[in-house]
Every structure is written in structure tokens, then in C-alpha cells.
């Protein structure tokens, strides 16, 4: 099985390049910067784009970035918390300034993938393309290959990477 991380720029002119990235992703990492409430305001709207281009079976996992400046925390933390159960998205607390909390959203949102991997009943088991796969993708039975594109739209300073996969052979 192949893991593949894609990380697109963040800046909204390049926005409109999403698509490439995420439309046969499997898993996506949203990450705002907890200093930033703009940078959640974001995160919201890609859950809402990915929701609605991507549809339900694609795992999402938040990580609210940056807790090494904790004191400086302008998103509630419990806002974001019920914010992402109500989209049934997993939260992580991270800093990448200190490799904290990324190992298990990482692993988390890997694991989330496979298991609908495997739900979809991907005939070959985990890794396999996408059941019924976006864009004629999927691979019944092929070579065991999990996608995972890296992508963060707009929430600068350290505000949303995110984390796509697709079981597609290849971004675009
Ligand atoms: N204190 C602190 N700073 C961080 C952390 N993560 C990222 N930064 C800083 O935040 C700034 C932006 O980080 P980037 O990784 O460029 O953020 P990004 O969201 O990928 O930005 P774009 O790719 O431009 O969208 C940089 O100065 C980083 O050093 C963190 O966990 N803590
Ligand atoms: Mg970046």
C-alpha cells in the first residue's frame, strides 16, 4: 500500500486548483492555527467545499496547530472541538514548532481512511482503489495503492495543511 501526502499552498489565488488534489482524495487534514480565528473560519469552509464536491466518505481530520503558543489562543478550544464532532471529523491538538500531536492525527486519519477503504468493500482490501472510484480511478483488484494528498487552503501562518488521499494513481 502506498501513503501519499500532497501539501498545496495555501494562498486563495491557488485556490481554485483544489480540485485537482482533493477529488478522489480519501482523508484530508484541515489545520488552523489556533492563534488565528480566521484560520478556523477557513477550515470550515473546506470541510463545507469538501462535503459538498467530495461528498461523505472522505475522512477529515482537524488539527488545531501552534498550542506551543497556547497563551495566545484566540479559537476556543471547545468551540473547535464541538465544531468538528458536528461534522464527524476527529480533533488534534498540534504544534509542529515542537512535533507534537502530528504522529497521531496522522496515524488517526491514515487508520480512518483504510477503514472505509475496506468498508467500501474495495474487493482487494485496504489500499485498494476507491469502490466505484471518482473519475474512473479505481483499481478492482489492482495494485494496493492509498493516495493520501497533503493540502491546506488559505489559512496561512501555519494555518491549514491539510491531508488528502485518494486511491486514484495520481494527482492530475
Ligand atoms: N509557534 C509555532 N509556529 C508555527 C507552527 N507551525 C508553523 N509555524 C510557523 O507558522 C508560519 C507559517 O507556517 P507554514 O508551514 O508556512 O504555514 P502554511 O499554512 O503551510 O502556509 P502556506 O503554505 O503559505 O499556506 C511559519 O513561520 C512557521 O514557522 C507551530 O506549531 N508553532
Ligand atoms: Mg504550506
Redesign the pocket.
Given at each position: 500500500m502506498q501513503l501519499s501526502l500532497w501539501?498545496t499552498?495555501?494562498?486563495e489565488r491557488f485556490h481554485a486548483l483544489g480540485p485537482i488534489y482533493y477529488r478522489d482524495a480519501d482523508g484530508a487534514l484541515l489545520?488552523y492555527?489556533i492563534t488565528d480565528e480566521q484560520s478556523f473560519a477557513k477550515v470550515k469552509n473546506w470541510v463545507r467545499e469538501l462535503r459538498k464536491i467530495v461528498g461523505n466518505d472522505i475522512a477529515i481530520t482537524i488539527a488545531g496547530?501552534?498550542?506551543?503558543?497556547e497563551k495566545s489562543r484566540h479559537v476556543k478550544e471547545k468551540e473547535a472541538l464541538a465544531y468538528a464532532e458536528s461534522v464527524g471529523a476527529t480533533h488534534y491538538h498540534?504544534?509542529?514548532?515542537?512535533n507534537k500531536g502530528l504522529d497521531d492525527a496522522f496515524v488517526e486519519l491514515s487508520t480512518k481512511m483504510m477503514k472505509n477503504k475496506a468498508s467500501a468493500g474495495g474487493g482487494a482490501g485496504l489500499g485498494a482503489g476507491r469502490a466505484g472510484g471518482r473519475g474512473g480511478r479505481s483499481r478492482p483488484g489492482g495494485a494496493k495503492k492509498l493516495q493520501l494528498v497533503d493540502d491546506?487552503p488559505?489559512?496561512?501562518?501555519?494555518?491549514?495543511?491539510g491531508a488528502k488521499a485518494s486511491g486514484g494513481g495520481g494527482c492530475c
Open positions: 501539501d499552498a495555501g494562498q489545520v492555527d496547530n501552534k498550542i506551543d503558543l498540534t504544534s509542529a514548532k515542537l491546506m488559505g489559512a496561512g501562518g501555519g494555518g491549514g495543511a
